[in-house]
């Protein structure tokens, strides 16, 4: 499946009409009753969250990513515990965290709105990462043979990519990924390669 195929999401789009994206990401958020801001980043947790997924990691980072001025969805899968912990956190953030449906509808709905998925894992040879270029979501991921570090020089990659699995460098490349997504025309070259880079 593709955006440009999808009948389940609000608007469908391609690589030549990304501007088009932001009509999922309007329709998601009146969905769950959060303030229709298509310039304000959505992170999304595409396979949910466990030990083996990066749990701890994701839990030192957690205060930090809530520092930022984005609102993150978390697909409904994973361990009991980060069932919980998300729960919890959807309560004290109701118009920022939200737990996605493992449905395979709420799931596509999810990356046609999300800019970027945030993985603490290896995602190479995961299911989620294919689906999440395809629909333009930019990974922040450890460093991996799957994806390519963006080169702001080169306009190059498609990804952001940290070298060690620890709070500050995955922290740091989120940081640098949401400072890249204000500029629009940036954002929309990563994209444009997340997509060419699915065949």
Avoid at 169 to 181: K, P
Wanted: aromatic fraction near 8%.
């Amino acid at each position: 499946m593709t955006p440009a195929t999808d009948q389940k999401i609000a608007q469908r789009y391609t690589a030549a009409s990304l501007e088009k994206k932001g009509k999922n990401k309007q329709s998601l958020q009146e969905e769950l009753g959060w303030p229709a801001e298509t310039k304000r980043p959505i992170v999304c947790l595409p396979a949910g969250m466990s030990e083996a997924l990066g749990g701890a990691l994701l839990e030192e980072v957690l205060p930090g990513l809530l520092s930022q001025d984005v609102q993150l969805l978390i697909l409904g899968k994973g361990s009991s515990h980060y069932g919980d912990l998300f729960t919890k956190l959807a309560k004290e953030h109701p118009h920022r965290i939200a737990i996605i449906a493992n449905e395979e509808v709420a799931i596509r709905k999810m990356y046609a709105a999300a800019d970027m998925a945030l993985f603490l894992s290896d995602p190479a040879g995961s299911e989620e990462l294919p689906q999440a270029l395809s629909y333009g979501v930019v990974p922040i991921a450890p460093t991996t043979s799957a994806l390519e570090d963006y080169n702001p020089v080169q306009e190059a990659g498609n990804a952001f990519l940290y070298t060690e699995n620890t709070p500050w460098h995955s922290f740091g490349a989120l940081v640098r990924s949401m400072e890249t997504h204000r500029f629009p025309f940036d954002w929309r070259t990563i994209q444009k390669n997340c997509m060419g880079s699915v065949k």
